[in-house]
């Protein structure tokens, strides 16, 4: 694996995490990126990289070049109003690359309600959330590019991303995790290190058109994670609501929905073993490896 040029739409976590895993294993390479701040050479792990403000339909045309040269492009900005920002602004510029990888990032919200009941990605996406709605017209936009024009798009549904940073004991410590009461709800989750490796290991194993499911292979209930995590930290139960009593939307679109995605796809064709097959592996590591 040699020459990357890797442009990345949006530098969040998941993209962070994605360079990360390649500086450590000690490739070479050169890295754009956009965000919303203010353009300009950044460093990032001792990475000098250069920055390019996009905002919307707003961005700073120098990062025309760059793209230009780019071979490698990961995006993960979120759609705006129901369309994927970098179709709308860089359609024709994508066509022209010769790239070699494109990987979209989008989410399991894709498939809605399927009551608790396992979905792979020939299941029926049904979205119920207003984000998971604009996913997947995101997703359709991609792939009609890639009919279109044969480019290599590949699309990675997320679930519920947890980390050393973001993960249920942070909030457990800070009061702010609560039981919710609902049965036979079910979720699915990954730790960003398995993004971060399943992205690596994509970037010499990509097949044009292809979506898979980046879950681990536990799927549980709200109360299944919140409870190891309680015995981890040796605390108290927090208390439960009623699935009617919460007060934030995003939260309760997120409990419209059961499902237990099936990572098995990925799996296979990545031939990938996880890092952190389940959250008791996930939070087990975070807990022994706090500061």
Avoid at 248 to 261: A, E, G, R, T
Wanted: aromatic letters at 10%; charged letters at 25%; one cysteine or more.
């Amino acid at each position: 694996m040699n020459d990357l040029k890797i442009f990345c739409f949006g530098f969040g976590q998941v993209a962070k995490s994605f360079i990360t895993k390649i500086k450590d294993e000690k490739i070479l390479f050169k890295l754009n990126v956009t965000s919303r701040k203010e353009s300009g050479i950044k460093k990032f792990e001792n990475i000098n990289y250069h920055n390019f403000c996009f905002t919307g339909n707003n961005f700073d045309k120098n990062l025309i070049k760059s793209l230009e040269t780019a071979n490698y492009i990961l995006i993960s900005i979120p759609p705006q109003d129901g369309h994927d920002i970098v179709i709308k602004n860089f359609k024709e510029k994508l066509i022209n690359l010769k790239s070699r990888w494109i990987t979209y990032l989008s989410a399991t919200s894709v498939y809605g309600n399927h009551n608790g009941n396992w979905v792979n990605e020939k299941s029926d996406t049904n979205p119920t959330s207003p984000t998971g709605k604009d996913r997947l017209k995101a997703e359709e936009e991609w792939i009609k590019l890639y009919k279109q024009n044969d480019l290599p798009i590949q699309i990675f549904r997320l679930s519920g991303i947890y980390s050393s940073q973001y993960n249920i004991l942070s909030r457990l410590k800070s009061g702010q995790a609560n039981i919710i009461n609902k049965k036979n709800h079910f979720f699915s989750r990954i730790h960003l290190d398995d993004i971060a490796n399943v992205l690596f290991k994509s970037l010499q194993n990509l097949k044009k058109g292809e979506i898979y499911n980046i879950s681990d292979d536990k799927p549980s209930s709200n109360e299944e994670v919140i409870m190891h995590g309680v015995k981890l930290l040796g605390i108290k139960k927090p208390q439960t609501l009623n699935v009617d009593d919460i007060q934030n939307q995003m939260l309760k679109n997120f409990y419209k929905d059961s499902k237990k995605v099936s990572n098995k796809k990925m799996k296979n064709f990545f031939k990938l073993n996880l890092k952190f097959p389940t959250y008791k592996e996930g939070l087990n590591y975070i807990n022994n490896n706090s500061v």
